[in-house]
């Protein structure tokens, strides 16, 4: 079972990325897929969460407005659209999905698989 991070890159304040989470090797069109990132020196926090139906949204304030979680389950894919970017929004951005609910959470251990990451780096 694989989830498989992409998109992340270099980019300006005030930029744009959209991030992929590839799931392989199992189904998670009824989990909760969700986007946790860590900044340097820094734990790794919250950032989005989506219900199986992609119905339910969850978002950290820090990003509120500006990013958007999305799924595609017929591609077994969740994607993090990120706008409006900001230098503190530079991370290593993984994926991961909660097999146990149907509730999204947004706590680390509520999360059984995960991606390897993403590197976003947002230059001012």
């Known amino acids: 079972v694989q989830l498989q991070a992409s998109g992340g890159g270099s980019v300006q304040a005030g930029g744009s990325l959209r991030l992929s989470c590839a799931a392989s090797g199992r189904t998670f069109s009824s989990d909760v897929m969700g986007w946790f990132r860590q900044a340097p020196g820094k734990e790794r926090e919250f950032v989005a969460a989506?219900?199986?139906?992609?119905?339910?949204?969850y978002y950290a304030e820090s990003v509120k407005g500006r990013f958007t979680i999305s799924r595609d389950n017929a591609k077994n894919t969740v994607y993090l659209q990120m706008n409006s970017l900001k230098p503190e929004d530079t991370a290593v951005y993984y994926c991961a999905a909660d097999t146990n609910t149907v509730v999204p959470g947004t706590r680390e251990n509520e999360y059984d698989y995960w991606g390897q990451g993403t590197l976003v780096t947002v230059s001012s």
């Open positions: 989506i219900s199986w139906s992609g119905g339910r949204t």
